[in-house]
């Protein structure tokens, strides 16, 4: 459903401070206007529920709810360097 790079999830372990076994929730927000349709990628700390899409990467569980599923339909971060944050790429605002 989504990626998350190696270093994108290192840029997340540093950034927010995140242990092994710590929760990361991926999700839609609403932000205006823009090339997205005003949506853009939310990102909190958080637990998930068994009806939650999950992937652990690197010790940290990420999940998306059902309802926010449709936004990172094969969406990917990776963290770009020269901006020295994380890149969202999402193919289904495309």
Do not use: H
Not at 37 to 66: A, C, H, N
């Amino acid at each position: 459903m989504f990626v998350v790079t190696d270093s994108a999830a290192e840029f997340y372990k540093n950034e927010m401070e995140l242990r092994n076994g710590d929760c990361l929730r991926l999700f839609v927000r609403y932000a205006g206007s823009g090339d997205s349709g005003g949506f853009s990628l939310g990102v909190m700390s958080d637990r998930p529920s068994y009806e939650d899409y999950k992937q652990e990467i690197d010790g940290v569980t990420y999940f998306v709810r059902p309802d926010d599923q449709w936004f990172v339909d094969r969406m990917k971060l990776d963290y770009d360097e020269s901006c020295g944050g994380v890149l969202c790429d999402l193919p289904s605002m495309a």
